[in-house]
């Protein structure tokens, strides 16, 4: 059974802040798929939660503005006929994208020039496609 989701070190969502719903699936598992409530959704509150300081929550709405509804994450899971399964890769699929949400940005490129012998390099190998297409060329120059 799923409880807290720990998501690094430093965080972990607690249970009461999560939301279960469970619902049929479809795909495989015969007629238990009429049956059973094999399907998860497995719901955060994001914009209400207090799990996550101040900054590393708005980078996180912001990461996951085009996934959120209302402030609430909402993830899925029905690949396997076991619900238990399910939770479990629901979860999984929840604390990546927490990870991902709130990993610091890449470092800025430093743009570097070209190195002298590359551009003459560049240039030396134009004059020569040049020179290539020039002899294919019908008339005499």
Known sequence: MVGDLRVNDHL???????????????????????TTDSRVELSWDLGASTVLPPVLKERALGRLASR??????????SETRSQLQNREAAAARLVA???RAIAPPPRQRRPTRPSKGSVERR??????RS????????DPD
Do not use: D, Y
């Not at 009461?16 to 719903?21: M, S």
């Not at 959120?68 to 899971?77: E, K, N, Q, S, Y």
């Not at 240039?123 to 020569?128: T, Y």
């Open 12 to 34: 972990v969502i607690p249970s009461v802040e999560l939301g279960w719903r469970f619902s049929r699936s479809s795909g495989p598992g015969g007629q238990g798929v009429n």
């Open 68 to 77: 959120l509804t209302g402030g609430v994450l909402t993830v899925t899971a």
């Open 97 to 99: 994208f927490v990870v």
């Open 123 to 128: 240039i030396a190998e134009k004059k020569h």
């Open 131 to 138: 020179q290539i297409k020039r002899g294919r060329r019908g």
